[in-house]
Structure formats: structure tokens, C-alpha cells
């Protein structure tokens, strides 16, 4: 499959089977993580991988939006190891470089055929006090992965793009 045609195949999966992620694949997953580019290739993202049914069940009674994944990465970024442009204090990577494994991680699956949604509707204090995560972290993104439910289909809006005249400009 070429990129183009993984990438508009994609679509978010809000309903997952109870198939388990086969360990071999999560770490082809894990490792398309590891590779993704980030500034100063610094790697601030720090990745939890929820598999238990504790973790799991811990997850839902602080997010609704885990649609009966076995599997949720939860990606934070370590706000000591992001980079800080000298310029001005108001731009850091950390939320941008985990973003960019986020995306390596949901395509990487896709292309193994295992369906993902970037969740980021959350309260990152409630969850990072259910996780007892350090106070350097921040959540960036939770990404329940599995094999999609059969009756799994995109939203509507997924085939609603804007069209490159409207979101290109030539200067």
C-alpha cells in the first residue's frame, strides 16, 4: 500500500473488537514511536502502554472515550526534555513532537491493520493524578488501539476535507 493511499484510508475507530493486540505488533507500534522525528531529535515523549484490566478500567473511570479498546497508549511529553526555541518563551516542542509520534504510531497500526482515535478530550490533572504521573509530564494525547468492531466505519466528517485551494497559499 503506498503512503498516500494508508493515509486516506485511515479513519478514527471508536469501536474495537475483543481481539488483543498480538505483542508483536505493539512493537512495531513502539518503534515507529521511537523513529518519529522530533525537534533536536530530543524525544520528550514518554509512552505508557494500558494493556491490564486494571490500567484499562483506572482509564475509564477518567475518560469515556476508550470504546472498548484492550489497548490505549497514553503519550505524554517530558517538559524538561522538550525544546524551547531561544527566541521567545512561548514556543516549546513538547506537545508538537508527540503529536508527530502519535501520528507514526496511529498509521504504523493502521498499516498492520489495526484501527486507532487520537483522544484528547480529557482533564490531563485528574488523569495524571489517577496515574501518579510526575509533575514533569504533560498528557499529550491517549490513542486506544485494537482491531476495529465489524461494524466499525468512518464519521461523516472523515471524508469532509477542505480542498487544497482552501488551505494552501503560494507567496
Not at 498480538?22 to 533536536?40: G, N, W
Request: one cysteine or more; proline letters at 5%.
Amino acid at each position: 500500500m503506498s503512503f498516500m493511499d494508508l493515509a486516506k484510508s485511515r479513519y478514527s475507530v471508536r469501536a474495537f473488537s475483543d481481539k488483543k493486540v498480538e505483542d508483536e505488533k505493539l512493537q512495531i507500534i513502539l518503534e515507529a514511536a521511537r523513529v518519529a522525528p522530533t525537534a533536536c531529535n530530543n524525544q520528550p515523549q514518554k509512552i505508557y502502554v494500558l494493556q491490564s484490566e486494571s490500567a484499562i478500567e483506572k482509564l475509564k473511570e477518567v475518560s469515556k472515550f476508550v470504546f472498548g479498546a484492550k489497548l490505549v497508549i497514553m503519550i505524554t511529553s517530558d517538559k524538561n526534555a522538550e525544546w524551547k526555541n531561544p527566541f521567545t518563551d512561548k514556543y516549546h516542542t513538547g506537545e508538537i513532537d508527540c503529536s508527530i509520534v502519535c501520528t507514526h504510531m496511529m498509521l504504523q497500526a493502521w498499516e498492520l491493520g489495526l484501527g486507532s482515535c487520537w483522544v484528547g478530550y480529557f482533564d490531563p490533572a485528574v488523569i495524571a493524578e489517577k496515574f501518579g504521573l510526575p509533575q514533569n509530564e504533560q498528557i499529550v494525547a491517549l490513542l486506544p488501539i485494537g482491531y476495529p468492531a465489524e461494524d466499525s466505519q468512518p464519521a461523516n466528517k472523515h471524508y469532509a476535507s477542505k480542498t487544497l485551494n482552501e488551505m494552501v497559499s503560494y507567496l
